[in-house]
């Protein structure tokens, strides 16, 4: 017979930008996704899970406009005999589908509509360090609602599980703001070109980074910045660029402060004052609710997402600092975003559905627990139950099932068992706690050997210490002993 | 300013083929994976969470012949300035996803590597009722080792993962099966030709539905089927076709006798009595363990996937019956699937790398359960606080904060609260079991009504009972223990 003809290997890669997750990684995750869910569906939200992949039309955004509609998302043509060549795509964010889902099941669904999604969306970017084009989104948004109460109640749910996933209070606060309010400034400064607006809010935008003086030459004649370029200015006077500054710069000792000085920035404006007016509201009862300044604030230079959203915006930020790969330290940062949209179901049904809503970066958040010692990032493995003699499989997998229905992690050795070495070398790999051996002389005498991994590894790194030398991590029991003895030794490791 | 051009609005349509999955739908799934990846956990696997992005290189089976290999994927093509080029697919399953995986990581891995994956997979294929293009797997995998005691253990582990979801002893039987019995049954028969060779294994497949006699005849001069049409035989003599049928048939009332009567199918053939010789290994392995003939059988009329495996084969069925949508009484069937195979990391490395694993059908399994009224289909909703005085909000979320403050799920009614009758149907909709009203009276009075609306919509529905009317559905309390009595309905109602 002709042997067949080679074909060249496949290479054995994750395709760029993307990532596998192994072990803790993945369960810490899920741990972390169900205690989110768990404050949701306490808040009354619902849980949907819609297809990962939508057709391009009811995503919107990416509409083709060349041939291929592959920008920003992974989209795909549809053979002509099943889905009449319509063009598909990855989900780019969890707020799309929402949208089209509320549309397709408006009559069905209850409103206003609370509902929470979790789950991973794609982007077709370029990919860089630590940035993946496969991530979790985390989503809690109420459809159909357009009381402020709403939006205070994302905002105290976010607080709620930022405390509940372990970001103890003090480590985190929750920052308020409202579009319409910067609408009022903008009103109030009577800026007639457009031009001139989008310069502004591109400048407040820069608030972040550059700070008040930043914003203030920027709002003028220009700035140097720190690579010695001339950044020109939006050719403000002094006077014009007051209220924009005022703005930004308005938080006070308490809710009562800034709010007061909001009202001075935006004057007699009306998207203004309703915007300071929703802010009230929303503290107000989030106060009623228990939420102090120690967890929510309001905050007028919260200025990411401004663009976006049509009403409040919030933002959970860590307050804790780190290290950063260079070293330095600083803030953690953000962690969550979301705020109040309006025009989220109109594009299906012309019918205008007022909407709020947040998103947690999952990973961000494992990132910082993990970074401040709160999870642990290996974790234990199973205790190994070595194989002396491979024609007593059977002795050795009663033993692990004896410690299973024991509710204890365990298993047999199913590598090849003629070097011993090799198995203590893989409990070892798999981060065992324990490790149990019943060689022919055992089997004789009624027991079985267990060792202490973790101990036995403690005690070889300080060999030279007496009192390490003088504990035993390898005990000698009967074989009826097996499941307590296991049991004794990993209380004692985890106490 | 002229108007904007009005685009025609998108249709707010899942893409064919896929769906939407609501409330409980999510939770009970995502309970089940929790509960399926305990078990897993238990035994030593470690959770895998790989991309659902793979190059159709990586991925194989689906190499394109032309264009477009979009033949059972969803695949398109990076653009040639980031991925130069390459066809990227949504994988079709967790199996082709691990073997690459397991080539690239090889080296940090331990061996053998006990895996675990759940989550969605994709398949380009013609949508039918109840089958969609997007569901959930469920697998497990052990890779690198040969030992019969690594196919015994994922065995025992479905069994056990079985009853943990909440099928009972009894209502579901794991059978094994082992291709090298086949392959030695084969030999026996001496067929030269692979034509005749191929048609038995055909005829084989249809075991499951045509029966003993069904296979004698379709191995002989051929049968007439319900139809009426007269199918062709493969053309056997009664004596050729004798070793396929004692293979079929050679179950017995225990695994000895079912041994005896393969050995003697098999008759001198080596790959086949290898093959008997290995069920007999697992049988002693999960006698061993504790896993008797009512959970984990030997049964040679495994037919299933006897193909594509190179060794042992096992299914999971439920053996309780159900009735079909015409009404019909039948067995629920198999909900999960596995073997050995050992052509896994090949074609990545060149190397044979032994494997064997299981594959849980959860949507199946979770179909099962609520056939069988094991889990509800419909999720108690959140005690609904309403609102009859929108400017008393504050008092309603400070009400709402206490209520999940003491871990009930709990909302305020966040629609439009003018009609009272609309707050009812909504908390109606949302299946809520209590609903809080505090009105001024109640305010000035200091007290709440609590209406449990379980009991209520029961005396609606039974309004000619006077023992019904005689019990209360609305309770008056005082204020402060507004958290005690909602407490006290949810328990009634529970019990």
Same mark, same amino acid.
């Given at each position: ?7 060249? @290997? ?8 993307? &990532?596998? =997750? ?20 306490? =808040? ?40 009449? /060549? ?40 370029? %990919? ?8 979790? +989104? ?36 929750? &920052? ?7 609408? /009022? ?10 031009? +001139? ?25 220009? @700035? ?45 404006? +009306?998207?203004?004052? +309703? ?29 990411? #997402?401004?663009?976006?959203?049509? #009403? ?17 330290? @600083? ?7 979301? #705020? ?14 007022? $909407? ?17 010692? @709160?999870?642990?990032?290996?974790? &234990? ?51 065992? %706690? ?11 005498? #009624? ?12 005690? $070889? ?17 009967? &074989? ?16």
């Amino acid at each position: 017979m002709a042997k067949p003809k080679k074909t060249p @290997r496949p290479k054995a890669e994750t395709p760029k930008g993307f &990532r596998d =997750y192994f072990g803790a990684e993945v369960t810490q995750r899920t741990e972390m996704l169900r205690d989110i869910a768990g404050v949701y569906h306490r =808040y009354g939200f619902e849980a949907l899970e819609s297809s990962a992949v939508e057709t391009v039309e009811a995503l919107g955004k990416f509409l083709p406009d060349v041939d291929r509609p592959n920008e920003g998302v992974f989209a795909w043509q549809e053979s002509e005999d099943d889905g009449a /060549g319509d063009w598909m795509a990855l989900r780019y964010d969890l707020t799309a589908p929402l949208a089209r889902v509320y549309a397709q099941h408006r009559n069905d669904l209850p409103t206003p509509y609370r509902r929470y999604a979790m789950g991973p969306v794609w982007r077709n970017e370029k %990919p860089g360090p630590g940035r993946y084009r496969q991530f979790y +989104q985390c989503d809690a948004d109420t459809v159909g609602s357009a009381s402020m109460a709403a939006d205070a109640e994302i905002c105290a749910m976010l607080s709620d599980t930022l405390e509940t996933v372990g970001i103890p209070r003090g480590d985190y606060v929750v &920052r308020v703001n409202n579009r319409k309010v910067l609408n /009022g400034v903008l009103e109030t400064m009577g800026l007639a070109d457009e031009g +001139q607006r989008d310069a502004v809010l591109r400048t407040i935008d820069k608030f972040d980074k550059v700070g008040e003086d930043g914003v203030r030459e920027l709002l003028g004649k220009g @700035r140097l910045d720190a690579s010695g370029a001339f950044i020109d200015g939006v050719g403000l006077s002094d006077d014009q660029a007051g209220p924009v500054l005022a703005f930004l710069t308005s938080r006070g000792a308490d809710a009562a402060t800034t709010v007061a000085n909001l009202r001075a920035a935006v004057g007699a404006s +009306q998207i203004g004052v +309703q915007g300071i007016d929703e802010l009230e509201q929303i503290g107000d009862l989030l106060a009623a609710g228990g939420y102090g300044p120690d967890r929510i604030v309001i905050d007028p230079s919260v200025v990411r #997402g401004l663009g976006y959203y049509t #009403g409040p915006v919030y933002e959970a930020e860590l307050t804790f600092e780190i290290f950063d790969e260079k070293g330095r330290k @600083r803030q953690f940062g953000s962690v969550s975003g979301g #705020g109040r949209y309006d025009d989220l179901v109109k594009r299906f049904t012309g019918q205008e559905v007022p $909407a709020t809503g947040v998103s947690i970066g999952v990973d961000r958040l494992l990132a910082a627990l993990r970074e401040k010692g @709160r999870i642990r990032t290996a974790e &234990r493995g199973p205790v190994v139950v070595t194989v002396m003699d491979r024609d007593r499989m059977a002795d050795y997998q009663a033993m692990v099932a004896e410690l299973r229905n024991a509710g204890i992690r365990a298993e047999v050795y199913l590598g090849n068992p003629k070097n011993f070495g090799n198995q203590l070398k893989y409990a070892d790999k798999r981060n065992s %706690p324990v490790a149990v051996i019943e060689g022919g002389d055992e089997r004789a005498n #009624g027991v079985v050997q267990i060792k202490d991994l973790i101990l036995g590894a403690q005690i $070889a790194a300080n060999a030279t210490l007496e009192e390490w030398k003088e504990r035993p991590s390898q005990y000698e029991v009967a &074989r009826a002993d097996l499941v307590a003895k296991v049991r004794e030794i990993l209380a004692e490791q985890a106490g």
